[in-house]
């Protein structure tokens, strides 16, 4: 158990319509970190919020947007769905406080998306 | 292009072998991860390996950074059936000018024993 939940565990969509994936960050951590896990490969970063900011984004379209909350929570959003956008989606959240790029990112159970 | 080159890809083996699973890229990492993820799961941290030339032990599984640090493996002594997994490396990129990095991911080993 990471402490790190999301929601909905799956969900169905058809092309072209908007969805929205949430996740609870493990209690204390400020960092959360977004990707796509397509069948049969490793995560693909997203983007990363630290401080309800974007601080990093990977090859990814505007269409996916995210924001984080106060509380370190966090959304992931993606307009105009694909059937490419099919795909495991993971949070993770870590503390950022000491030397940048050492703090451990711990994984949320995923939200698995279906686009028709 | 793949940053992060696993290998191998899948890997069957029989309950009581050995396996290294290799972590290989052209880019120094300021740290470098191991993952197992089982199916339809996120992935469950093993180690994170920060200094160059490191070495560390969970149980039967031995890890290692290069000294380097563009590079790294898994060993498993005795493998048993409850081994059976997906294993990902993640290297973080050695930059801060953006006051931010992200982990690199490789594909992945997939991993099964046979009892």
């Known amino acids: 158990e990471t402490g790190v939940t999301q929601s909905p565990t799956h969900l169905i969509k058809t092309r072209g319509q908007q969805v929205t994936l949430r996740c609870s960050s493990q209690s204390g951590h400020n960092t959360v970190s977004w990707y796509q896990q397509a069948l049969g490969q490793g995560p693909q970063f997203i983007f990363q919020?630290?401080?309800?900011?974007?601080?990093g984004r990977g090859n990814f379209p505007p269409r996916f947007s995210g924001l984080q909350f106060p509380n370190y929570s966090s959304e992931l959003n993606v307009n105009a769905l694909e059937l490419d956008d099919s795909a495991l989606y993971l949070c993770?959240?870590?503390?950022?406080?000491?030397?940048?790029?050492?703090?451990?990112?711990?994984f949320g159970p995923g939200t698995r998306l279906l686009v028709l | 292009t793949q940053l992060l080159e696993q290998s191998p890809q899948f890997l069957s083996i029989q309950e009581g072998e050995n396996l290294t699973v290799y972590c290989n890229s052209s880019?120094?990492?300021?740290?470098l991860q191991w993952y197992r993820q089982e199916p339809g799961e996120g992935p469950v941290l093993l180690v994170t390996v920060v200094t160059g030339g490191e070495v560390k032990k969970l149980k039967r599984l031995t890890f290692q950074f290069g000294d380097a640090r563009k590079d790294s493996s898994l060993h498993i002594t005795a493998a048993q059936p409850g081994d059976t997994g997906l294993y990902l490396c993640?290297?973080?990129?050695?930059?801060?000018?953006?006051?931010?990095?992200?982990?690199?991911f490789g594909k992945g080993t997939k991993l099964s024993v046979i009892p």
């Open positions: 880019s120094v990492f300021s740290s």
């Open positions: 993640a290297g973080a990129l050695a930059y801060s000018g953006a006051g931010s990095y992200q982990l690199t």
């Open positions: 919020y630290y401080r309800e900011e974007e601080n």
């Open positions: 993770a959240s870590s503390f950022r406080g000491g030397r940048l790029g050492r703090e451990t990112q711990y």
